[in-house]
T-cell receptor, first 115, second 113 residues
Framework: AQSVTQLGSHVSVSEGALVLLRCNYS??????LFWYVQYPNQGLQLLLK??????LVKGINGFEAEFKKSETSFHLTKPSAHMSDAAEYFC?????????????FGTGTRLLVSP | EPEVTQTPSHQVTQMGQEVILRCVPI?????FYWYRQILGQKVEFLVS????????KSEIFDDQFSVERPDGSNFTLKIRSTKLEDSAMYFC???????????FGSGTQLSVL
């Protein structure tokens, strides 16, 4: 079975500071990994995903994540936080092969950005 | 960017009543899903649907739940007799091809009283 663990239900940063949201996964097969963002009253929006190939993945809004197999991690970073980054962020995992995207989500991390 | 549309945004119902949650996936998409999120808990997979049939369902998706794509554009989730524990945000999602980007709707908040 697959799972993801997101450390920290809330992360607070100042505007301009580094954003680091942690995600560790468990999977018996090479995983596909995702980060989604949810703004208030909106659906889940894909930030970035890792499938195969380059382990450093760049996404929208200046976010990136690095797949580290040895650490079973897929942490999300952004060099400089913006007020508009305040949202809930979800890490998710699935396994390739079927073409379907039955995602297993983490519990989410709420990012708070202060001026 | 294209959107998955869900209606209504909020639904309140009495325990034991039937509810139908509606979704309009993106028009050229072929794979359809329902997920739900109980307040404070993880987003959970309920069911996937492809080629007019259920391809996989979770253990949450018991015989009180059903899905339908009645007219080639709508994708509905029916709960036959709602329970208090069905209260959650329900998300519809779709994608076109295998492993292509999954698009989520903004959700329907279901409250069962």
């Amino acid at each position: 079975a697959q799972s993801v663990t997101q450390l920290g239900s809330h992360v607070s940063v100042s505007e301009g500071a580094l954003v680091l949201l942690r995600c560790n996964y468990s999977s018996s097969v090479p995983p596909y990994l995702f980060w989604y963002v949810q703004y208030p009253n909106q659906g889940l929006q894909l930030l970035l995903k890792y499938t195969t190939g380059a382990t450093l993945v760049k996404g929208i809004n200046g976010f990136e994540a690095e797949f580290k197999k040895s650490e079973t991690s897929f942490h999300l970073t952004k060099p400089s936080a913006h007020m508009s980054d305040a949202a809930e962020y979800f890490c998710a995992v699935t396994h390739p092969g079927t073409g379907f995207q039955k995602l297993v989500f983490g519990t989410g991390t709420r990012l708070l950005v202060s001026p | 960017e294209p959107e998955v549309t869900q209606t209504p945004s909020h639904q309140v119902t009495q325990m034991g009543q039937e509810v139908i949650l509606r979704c309009v996936p993106i028009s050229n998409h072929l794979y359809f899903y329902w997920y739900r999120q109980i307040l404070g808990q993880k987003v959970e997979f309920l069911v996937s649907f492809y080629n007019n049939e259920i391809s996989e369902k979770s253990e949450i998706f018991d015989d009180q739940f059903s899905v339908e794509r009645p007219d080639g554009s709508n994708f509905t989730l029916k709960i036959r007799s709602t329970k208090l524990e069905d209260s959650a945000m329900y998300f519809c999602a779709s994608h076109r091809g295998s492993n292509e980007k999954l698009f989520f709707g903004s959700g329907t908040q279901l409250s069962v009283l």
